[in-house]
Nanobody, 127 residues
Framework: QVQLQESGPGLVKPSQTLSLTCTVS??????????WSWIRRPPGKGLEWMGA???????YYSPPLKRRTSISRDTSKNQFTLQLSSVTPEDTAVYYC???????????????????WGQGTQVTVSS
């Protein structure tokens, strides 16, 4: 059984960089053909796909967030991380890490390939 767990600070000041780590157990992040994604849900809004890193270490980013987003991994710890720079209060959200069976930005619904999710972590951007 694959399990994902997000960790990181719950409060970030405006203009700083948000950093979150997803620790994966029960499966390796280098196993083909999986994609490991970051997804967020701002208050009162739907899920937003932010980006992903695949089994080979290649990264993919949502165009609106690409300039501020970086995803990396530590294979020795079976972890992948999200960094979102220059945050504003609009980046306040519950942040999730999730696994997909193939690349897709469709994070929910019957056609979504996302099969394992972390429980989510609340991040608030406020001074």
């Amino acid at each position: 059984q694959v399990q994902l767990q997000e960790s990181g600070p719950g409060l970030v000041k405006p203009s700083q960089t948000l950093s979150l780590t997803c620790t994966v157990s029960g499966g390796s992040i280098t196993t083909t053909p999986y994609y490991w994604s970051w997804i967020r849900r701002p208050p009162g809004k739907g899920l937003e796909w932010m980006g992903a890193i695949d089994y080979s270490g290649s990264t993919y980013y949502s165009p609106p967030l690409k300039r501020r987003t970086s995803i990396s991994r530590d294979t020795s710890k079976n972890q992948f991380t999200l960094q979102l720079s220059s945050v504003t209060p609009e980046d306040t959200a519950v942040y999730y890490c999730a696994r997909a069976r193939y690349f897709s930005t469709v994070v929910s619904g019957p056609t979504s390939p996302y099969d394992y999710w972390g429980q989510g972590t609340q991040v608030t951007v406020s001074s």
